[in-house]
């Protein structure tokens, strides 16, 4: 339960009745048509230690787990996957830092040495294979351990030729690459000791000449940093220093953010917050940040938020829960109006932040909530025609499908009551609301949200709403699909 302060605090969000008319909405942006995508961490491929679940226990005593390789053959996951199509796949994160991929079938029994971990090829067929079935485009990055550079400590691009030509062998193509992933926490995630920007603006000039010849196709994306702050930029290795040393060529510019670290890594969050509107905002004190680095050095790159969730390290322990749903809407909204292209979740289905549960691979809230964003909200980004207020969010966007048709997302954070919106035309409505905020399960108008016997999708059936006053109920998610929006025809 959330605390009663919080809820006083709540009880104070305006309730001044509010319009919603076609003719009010304008188109202000466009994002990629695979704005919405998803992450399955390096290290759920080869299988190895993540971040333990919060169900397995014991987290004083290791933070870690292992967990085999995640089935990619499986066919509910492949179903679900599909379901959020086209997108980006980015098989990445700290541990491919430091991953040997053996090309051939002789896969060694360990890692070589300045190596971790050992992707195989059988591994990545798979990641092709299940790319291929989900409409999605592969993002990866590469190794840049000690076992990756030369006696002069250089990298070198052998491992990462390696991965280009056996993934063109298997008709399939890297459609965007980082250099390595997060490169401002170089202290602990598999780079050389002493790695510094200068060494990194080393590497990456000639990341970058190896890349233009050798896959011009692939998107150069980056520096795929995390932990920048306007208030100390310059702690450590930072994106700033990176970017200098390094020089211009990136085609996109991507970071990465995290509202927090779960109680893994130490920081224990009040979930009283998650519906504060500090909470959401994090979101653009973060693209603030970057997208100021990106006017500095990379003018006019389009940005791409290459890893997110509500908490690094695994997730907080409301993430697997309809009260996370919020937080992954809003920023949705938020950073397409805001003009970032791409945004991908962290993770697909992994530990408590995945969208679909480790061990079943069955739908949690958040999942639900971007299925919905898919089927509706379509790649034009409009004014919502109605400012965002301290209790309702709103965004819109056209109708991915439907000429002619707009969607509106009124997310009501407040727990207090409902609140009301009037609406110029009748709308098809779909809300999402939970019996307790912290629920594994959600509800769509009043029906619970399961996958059929037969592992398919249920129907997203809406309700209809008549012009006139409607109301949002306390903690909930609409969206409204109205039609003739001049602005999306």
């Known amino acids: 339960m959330l605390q009663a302060g919080f809820l006083a605090a709540m009880t104070s969000a305006v309730h001044a009745d509010t319009s919603i008319a076609p ?174 920007a200068n060494a990194y603006g080393r590497d990456f000039k000639a990341f970058r000449t190896w890349m233009k010849r050798a896959s011009p196709e692939t998107l150069i994306s980056g520096p795929g940093s995390v932990g920048d702050s306007a208030s100390s930029p310059a702690t450590g290795i930072n994106t700033r220093d990176l970017l200098a040393a390094s020089g211009p060529g990136l085609d996109r510019v991507s970071y990465h953010h995290y509202n927090t670290l779960s109680p893994r890594c130490g920081v224990h969050d009040d979930p009283a917050q998650a519906l504060s509107e500090d909470w959401f905002s994090r979101t653009d004190v973060a693209l603030a940040v970057y997208r100021s680095l990106r006017d500095e050095f990379e003018p006019g790159k389009p940005i791409w938020l290459t890893e997110t969730a509500d908490a690094a390290c695994g997730g907080n322990p409301w993430d697997a829960t309809f009260l996370d749903s919020f937080r992954y809407l809003d920023q949705l909204g938020r950073l397409a109006k805001a003009g970032v292209q791409v945004v991908m979740h962290n993770t697909f289905a992994a530990s408590d932040y995945g969208l679909l549960d480790e061990e079943t691979f069955r739908p949690r809230p958040n999942y639900w909530a971007a299925l919905l964003w898919h089927r509706l909200m379509g790649t034009t980004v409009l004014d919502a025609g109605m400012a965002s207020t301290r209790a309702i969010h709103a965004y819109a966007h056209c109708h991915p499908s439907s000429k002619g048709a707009a969607s509106v997302l009124l997310i009501n954070t407040s727990q207090d009551g409902s609140q009301a919106v009037t609406l110029a035309a009748r709308a098809d409505r779909y809300t999402l609301r939970a019996r307790r905020l912290q629920s594994a399960s959600v509800q769509l108008n009043g029906t619970t949200l399961a996958l059929t016997g037969n592992d398919d999708l249920p129907r997203l059936a809406p309700r209809v709403a008549p012009a006139g006053r409607i109301r949002l109920p306390p903690a909930s998610i609409t969206f409204l699909v109205m039609q003739d929006v001049a602005a999306c025809r």
């Open 23 to 196: 003719a009010e909405l304008r188109a202000i942006g466009n994002i990629d048509a695979r704005f919405q995508s998803y992450n399955i961490e390096m290290v759920e491929v080869t299988g190895g230690r993540f971040w333990k679940p919060y169900a397995q226990g014991g987290k004083r005593r290791d933070r870690y787990a292992y967990r085999p390789p995640i089935d990619l053959a499986d066919m509910r996951l492949r179903k679900l996957a599909a379901a959020l199509g086209p997108a980006y796949l980015r098989v990445s994160g700290t541990w491919a830092n430091a991953t040997f991929f053996a090309d051939t079938d002789n896969t060694p029994a360990a890692p070589p040495a300045g190596f971790n971990t050992v992707l195989n090829p059988t591994q990545w067929r798979g990641v092709v294979d299940f790319a291929r079935r989900a409409d999605a485009e592969i993002v990866t990055s590469f190794a840049v351990s000690p076992g990756s550079r030369d006696t002069d400590g250089a990298w070198t691009p052998d491992q990462a030729q390696r991965l280009i030509d056996f993934t063109r062998s298997l008709g399939g193509r890297i459609a965007a690459a980082e250099f390595m992933n997060e490169p401002t926490g170089v202290a602990n995630n598999g780079a050389p000791a002493g790695y510094d």
